[in-house]
Structures are given as C-alpha cells and as structure tokens.
C-alpha cells in the first residue's frame, strides 16, 4: 500500500545510512557542498538508532544497501558502474552488489527447484553445487545435466523477493508523491511514473519464464555478432521461479587482472561492449538493459559473454531512429540539427526557442571533444544537463529511462576497461551505419514499400466501399427530424478515393 506508512520506511532509510557511517562516504563522494553536508548529518544524527544495524563485516555505503533490501540494491548496481561519477572508491565497495550478495541456504534452492521442476535434483543433475554466484534476485549454482552431461547454469530466485520489492517499491512510490507534492518544480520529472516504469520492469524479473524467452530471443538477434556469445536456455528445466542456461566459462569483466591474463586488448573491448550494446538497441531495438560487470564475462577466446537477461528493453523504429539522430548530431557537432529533433520529437516544448536550445547544448557537447575522457567530469556534466532540460521545461520520457540508463551503465563499464575511451568516437561507426540504412534514400524506398504493404491489404476492399457510399448518396432518404451532416461521410469517401489512387501510383512507382 502506497501510504503514509512509508514515511517509517524513508525515514529507516536515512537513519540507516547515519548509523551504518554510509551518510558520510556518500556525500563526500557527490562532492555535496559543506553547508548540506552538515544540514543532512545534523538532520539525520538523532535517528540513527532507528537504522538497520547491516553487516559489520562490509564496507560502510554496500552495508546500508544490503541492509535495506533489493530495491536499493538494483540502484547500487547502477553506481557501481560510474567511478566517474561516485569516486573510485565508492564504486569499488558497489561492486560487491553485483553478485557477491550473501547466498541464501542450499536447501531452500533444492526446495524451489524440485517444487518447480517436479522432480529430485539428483535426478535432473547428476551434479549441482554450492551458489557461484548471489545477486539481489536470485542465485546460480553450476549443474550438469544428468541426461546429456551438460554443464550448466541454474538460477534460481531468493524465497520472499515479490513481498520484499513490493515493500520497497511502494516506499518509493510514497516518496515520488512527496516530492511531487512538496516540490512542484520536480513534476515535470514525473518522479511517479519513473517509479511505474521501475516497478513493471522489476516485477517483470521476478518471472524466469520471461527471462528465458528473452535469452532466446536475444540469442537469435545476436547470433551473427562477432566476439559476442549468449548460452542457450535450455527450455525443459526452467519455469517461473528456475532458470537453466548453458555455462558460460570466462572471465568477470569486472576483473580486469583476469582479462589481461587470457591476453584480451582491454581498449578493444571495452570499445566492442560499447558497439554491440548501440547494435543491439538501433538495429534490433531489443538490447540487454542491465549490462553492467556482474552480468558479462569474457571467454578464453576473447568472446564477450552475456548472462542475466531479466532485464531487456524495447524501441519502436521511430525512437530508434530519434535516438539515432541525436547521437549523429553530437557525432558532427550539428547542433541545431539535435535541438530540432528534440523539438520535432515532442521532446522539447514547441513554444521554446530553437537557436538557444542548440546553444546549450553545445555548451554540453563542446567540453567532450578533443578533451581525455579521465579530465571529463561526468557528475558535473550530468549537473548541467539536468539545469538545460529544467531551464526548456523537458519532461522525462518514461520510454526512455532504460535507454539512458543503459547507455550510462555500459559508459561505464568501457570506462572500467579503458579510462580514456572516448565514447563518440566509438559510437560513430555503428551510428553512421545505422543512419545510411535506415534514414537515407534506401530506408525511404523501404518505408514506401511498407506503405504499399498496408494499402494493398484494405486496396480490394475500397471500390466497393466507394460505390457503396456513392449509392447511398444518391438513394432518396426521407427529412430527418433534425438536419444532418454529410460532411463525415463526404470526408470518407474523399478519403478511400485518395486511398485507392494512392495505392496505385504505389504500385505503378
């Protein structure tokens, strides 16, 4: 329930942050001016006691996360990826969330398994061990296949995790109406529908049914990829709470150490993590939205390998080719060719001014260029864009949340693996090559033929249609009551006429 109730939860949250000593690292590491540093202890000083005590054992902020529950881990996991943006060192202790979470007890995963599959363990696998692997949904054991001698992945969800996202989920619910209602600028952000978009895409996690359907369906798109692998689901012993992939043997890219001893050109792939992830979303429009280290390996062939596929996310072709502009204008510094297709998208309200649009958008795009990517502050940069898209009153586009969050994940994994990657240049490639198909002379050859396809399904049906309406004109109707209006129908029949000609200068075309 999305109540008040949840003001005890916030206010748990900030206390656990004072008492864990995480309150102080974040802080610091955001670079929060002194003045609310010292408002946000004095505020929060009194209530830690009412904080959740966490594992002595961790590092402070990764402690208060784990405390706190799932919900805030998936955000830690986020930060993890962004030493640029949290510091090194905040960023190293996130890295812990990624699949390093205490496991929870062999027999419960046994339990869930044989209630699932309907059959013993040992009957299934001839060999199942101790969890490789703990993350804040579920964890991986390594199995081999008792019918095939396979060696496999199985995953499996934590017992309880619905009810526990529920609750942190509508705790944050609660406090997107806060803000909406206390701090009325921030409603352009739609805090509440950002949470309605996290929420369908956790809730979605929880079912391991779609997660196989959506490795399989990946693993079809991306079959021709070079240097990219994704493990075969195997169908038959996996169902709504189990998951059973293929293994997938290799590296963590979170191991930069164990990369360079496979002799893996770290600067070649974190620049091929970087392609493949804008492939996928602007070819396929089907891309992997949790790309961060704990989800990707490396094999002893230098093939990056992609595990983990609760989360996917989804562009229609005209967002994908939006999307693709924007990246091309930054690309050939075209200014005012991006602030036209944010205007042209809806992006940006139509009574803002185009020209001083383009001008602040080059004062975001201008800092990035010719400069080493290490003297780039990504915080203060991120700063700025959200002053520009508040000064043009930009509302966030929920359709694209896990787009942008994607792409600041997979930045910082490249930047993980090489410091100095310049992202556009990397992104020019597979930017251009998207644009030449998809926007020039033969993609408007194909959107036409498209067009034709429609028209030609509804073509046989318009004559008649259009005698059918021309008839009834011409029938002999009786006054009616009250004088009516023939424009609709006028309208229709103007309209199928234009239709059919249109569909036959298609043809003829």
Do not use: C
């Amino acid at each position: 329930m999305k109540g008040p109730h949840n003001l005890w939860r916030l206010i748990r949250t900030g206390a656990t942050f004072e008492r864990t000593g995480a309150m102080r690292t974040v802080l610091e590491a955001m670079n929060v001016p002194p003045r609310l540093r010292f408002v946000a202890r004095v505020m929060g000083w009194p209530f830690a006691w009412l904080g959740l005590k966490g594992d002595p054992a961790l590092p402070p902020v990764t402690r208060a996360i784990t405390a706190l529950g799932p919900a805030y881990i998936k955000f830690g996991q986020i930060l993890s990826t962004r030493p640029d943006i949290v510091g090194l060192e905040l960023a190293n202790q996130l890295r812990y969330l990624q699949d390093q979470l205490p496991p929870f007890p062999m027999a419960q995963a046994r339990a869930s398994i044989e209630a699932e599959l309907e059959q013993p363990v040992d009957v299934l696998f001839s060999s199942f061990s101790e969890p490789v692997a703990a993350a804040s949904i579920a964890q991986v054991h390594r199995a081999r296949m008792a019918e095939t001698g396979e060696e496999v992945a199985v995953k499996v969800l934590r017992p309880g995790i619905a009810r526990a996202f529920r609750r942190d989920i509508d705790a944050f619910y609660f406090a997107a109406g806060m803000i909406e209602r206390l701090v009325p600028f921030t409603r352009r952000l739609r805090p509440t529908d950002v949470i309605a978009h996290f929420e369908g895409v956790v809730m979605g996690e929880l079912d391991l049914r779609l997660e196989t359907a959506a490795a399989a369906e990946f693993a079809a798109n991306t079959e021709g990829d070079s240097g990219f692998r994704v493990p075969r689901p195997i169908w038959h012993l996996s169902g709504r709470n189990v998951m059973t992939l293929g293994w997938a043997e290799g590296a963590s890219l979170g191991d930069n150490d164990a990369i360079d001893a496979l002799g893996v050109d770290r600067d070649e792939l974190g620049e091929r993590v970087l392609q493949l992830f804008l492939k996928h979303a602007l070819r396929d429009g089907y891309f992997h939205a949790d790309m961060h280290q704990g989800n990707l390996k490396v094999g002893a062939n230098g093939d990056l390998i992609a595990y983990d596929f609760g989360i996917m996310g989804v562009l229609d072709e005209y967002t994908r080719r939006v999307y693709a502009e924007i990246l091309f204008g930054f690309i050939r510094k075209d200014y005012r060719r991006v602030a036209e297709v944010h205007f042209e998208a809806g992006y940006v309200p139509a009574d803002r001014d185009v020209e001083e649009f383009a001008r602040a958008l080059r004062a975001v795009g201008e800092p990035i260029f010719g400069m080493d990517a290490t003297r780039i502050s990504m915080a203060r940069l991120l700063n700025y864009l959200f002053e520009v898209t508040e000064r043009f009153g930009m509302q966030t586009r929920t359709e694209l949340i896990l787009l942008q969050r994607t792409m600041v994940v997979v930045e910082g994994v490249a930047r993980s693996l090489n410091p100095s990657i310049n992202i556009w240049h990397v992104a020019q490639p597979v930017v251009e090559e998207y644009i030449r198909t998809n926007l020039g002379p033969r993609a408007l050859i194909r959107d036409i033929g498209r067009a034709a396809m429609v028209l030609s399904r509804f073509g046989p049906h318009l004559p008649g249609v259009v005698d059918e309406a021309l008839l009834r004109l011409r029938e002999p109707v009786a006054p009616p009551p009250a004088p009516r209006s023939t424009a609709p129908l006028a309208w229709f029949v103007a309209g199928a006429a234009v239709s059919w000609a249109l569909f036959l200068t298609l043809l003829v075309f």
